[in-house]
């Protein structure tokens, strides 16, 4: 069982950045590929960006390639989302989840592990 918990969403200006964190319970954190989704109002649940479990490969929704960071650490059991140059668009509740299959997935259905979600909102 793995208990995820976000934090460090809020409310931005457009160009502006933020950084999400994400924590872990699992003993066996670094075990797990981690990604961070997000979803807005009246959409469905959109795949942000993927990481391995030893922080060495991660890839990117086109969306946020080149904008947003996936890191982790796993001394500290907690992975994070640096998100720079934020656009209206980009306002979502974000969510962190944890897979135990291999990693590249992009699909929520194939993470077991899901955080409650931090809420972004971006301005205009």
Same mark, same amino acid.
Not at 49 to 70: E, L, Q
Not at 85 to 93: C, I, R, W
């Given at each position: 069982?793995?208990? !995820? ?14 950084? !999400? ?8 954190? =670094? ?5 961070? $989704?997000?979803?807005?109002?009246? %959409?469905?649940?959109? $795949? ?19 904008? $947003? ?6 001394? %500290?059991?907690?992975?994070? !989302? ?16 944890? @897979? ?11 993470? %077991? ?9 971006? @301005? =205009?």
């Amino acid at each position: 069982q793995v208990q !995820l918990v976000e934090s460090g969403g809020g409310l931005v200006q457009a160009g502006g950045s933020l950084r !999400l964190s994400c924590a872990a319970s699992a003993r066996t954190f =670094s075990s797990y590929h981690m990604g961070w $989704f997000r979803q807005a109002p009246g %959409k469905e649940r959109e $795949f942000v960006g993927t990481i391995n479990w030893n922080g060495r490969s991660a890839f990117y929704a086109d969306s946020v390639k080149g904008r $947003f960071t996936i890191s982790r650490d796993n001394a %500290k059991n907690t992975v994070y !989302l640096q998100m720079n140059s934020l656009k209206p668009e980009d306002t979502a509740v974000y969510y962190c989840a944890a @897979s135990e299959r291999p990693y590249g997935l992009t699909n929520a259905y194939d993470y %077991k592990y899901w955080g409650q979600g931090t809420q972004v909102t971006v @301005s =205009s």
